[in-house]
């Protein structure tokens, strides 16, 4: 057997094809995870555009104010604001404010967009500190806040429903795993 240690054109243009696919192969895979953490950011940017609304932003004032009161109201139940109090911690605002929120208000501009943001964590689309980056704040606001609690406990004691906002509480739990 005759071994030839020399290399022919053939081979080294097939080492240099090799070499060049690889580096392609690396730049569009970091151009692809740029990319993706680009949507990612996207999204989250309008998840937050969406959920911050102008009477959103109104109750969770109230809330984070604790001025409001859940009322079960003979299993219709609603949330009463406590406009004094209300007036007496932001004394220079100027809103109109209700006298009280339905469960529906609650779950449509707070609660089930923070829920279907847990979603999204759940299922990859939103990573976890970007999350808590985002929506952190708020989702500690609704679910510290008394009357919010009373509520979540009167839904799973409620025999006709068996929504219970479960991807927010978990998210909440993720949130102080990534805070310890």
């Not at 139940?77 to 911690?89: D, H, L, N, T």
């Not at 979603?119 to 500190?129: L, R």
Request: hydrophobic residues 45%; aromatic residues 16%.
């Amino acid at each position: 057997m005759n071994y030839n240690p020399t290399i022919t054109l053939e081979t080294f243009v097939t080492i240099i094809y090799c070499l060049l696919t690889a580096f392609i192969l690396i730049v569009a895979f970091r151009q692809l995870k740029f990319f993706n953490r680009t949507n990612n950011a996207q999204f989250l940017h309008n998840l937050e555009t969406k959920f911050i609304s102008a009477e959103t932003i109104k109750l969770i004032a109230i809330v984070h104010a604790d001025c409001l009161d859940f009322d079960e109201n003979n299993n219709i139940p609603i949330f009463r604001v406590q406009i004094s109090r209300f007036e007496e911690v932001y004394p220079n605002r100027k809103w109109d404010l209700k006298d009280y929120y339905t469960t529906y208000e609650i779950d449509w501009l707070l609660l089930n967009p923070l829920d279907t943001l847990g979603s999204h964590v759940d299922t990859g689309v939103i990573d976890v500190k970007s999350a808590h980056q985002y929506f952190g704040w708020y989702i500690n606001v609704a679910l510290s806040n008394r009357a919010i609690i009373n509520y979540l406990k009167w839904i799973e004691n409620y025999e006709k429903t068996s929504f219970v906002f479960e991807k927010l509480t978990q998210l909440n739990l993720r949130f102080q795993e990534l805070l310890k």
